[in-house]
């Protein structure tokens, strides 16, 4: 089964690429339509600048060994969503990465999926709505949600570079339009579940939705 759903995402690599390629001026645009001057995104802002004083005070090899381990549990997740059978998942004992191996041929999703896909933010994002409804500490509740984005933030900044292995794999044209574009729909998706939640997500889809439909009929008019 699992080769099937591989020839399938990879069928798909080159379609989803131009789509994002297409989607990247909404994508831009749909920034516009968020009001980030109330209370959610002022506790989300606190919880980005925490994060950001305990990076630069906390060591870097301790953040680093995070950062691998998350890694690593992106490329499992997207394996096991694919219904590949994992193997192992690993950490180099001198701190050097981590390597984990699957059953199967792979596709794009697998290697590409840490530098767009905010693991520990999504997981958040399942309990939140919950956390909101069984505490009156709303602040901290919305700080820590910025504290998993801005570390989604920086682990993306930090991992994506001409010598990341996955990358060139995938290769640099294709990989770096995956990981503009979806890095953009991504961070539009916390935001938006920021404001409202799953409601939120929901607007925000329906808007880019819009604009894409707004920008294909300029297109159009161009071409008539």
């Keep these: 089964m699992n080769k099937v759903i591989d020839f399938m995402i990879n069928l798909c ?5 131009l789509m994002l390629l297409f989607s990247l001026p909404a994508l831009v645009k749909s920034y516009q339509y968020f009001n980030f001057f109330n209370r959610h995104f002022y506790y989300m ?13 906390a060591g870097r090899e301790l953040r680093s060994q995070i950062q691998t381990i998350a890694h690593e549990l992106t490329h499992t ?23 984990m191996a699957f059953a199967g041929h792979g596709n794009w999703l697998i290697t590409l999926a840490p530098y767009f896909f905010p693991l520990f933010a999504s997981i958040y994002m399942l ?5 909101l409804e069984t505490t009156d500490k709303y602040w901290l509740v919305y700080a820590v949600f910025g504290y998993f984005i801005a570390y989604y933030w920086e682990t993306v900044l930090s991992q994506v570079h001409r010598e990341q292995t996955d990358i060139i794999q995938e290769g640099y044209v294709f990989s770096g339009i ?3 574009g ?31 439909f707004e920008q294909w009929q300029w297109l159009q008019s161009l071409i008539a």
């Design 127 to 131: 309990i939140m709505p919950w956390l």
């Design 77 to 99: 997740l997207f394996a096991f969503l694919t219904l590949h059978f994992v193997k192992r998942v690993r950490l180099n004992p001198d701190g050097s990465g981590g390597s």
């Design 178 to 180: 995956i990981i503009l």
């Design 182 to 212: 979806l890095n953009l729909l991504v961070t539009g998706t916390l935001f938006a579940f920021n404001s409202q939640q799953w409601h939120g997500v929901s607007i925000y889809y329906k808007l880019l939705k819009r604009l894409n």
């Design 13 to 17: 690599r080159w379609p989803v690429a």
């Design 45 to 57: 802002a606190a919880g980005i600048v925490f994060f950001w004083f305990i990076a630069i005070t």
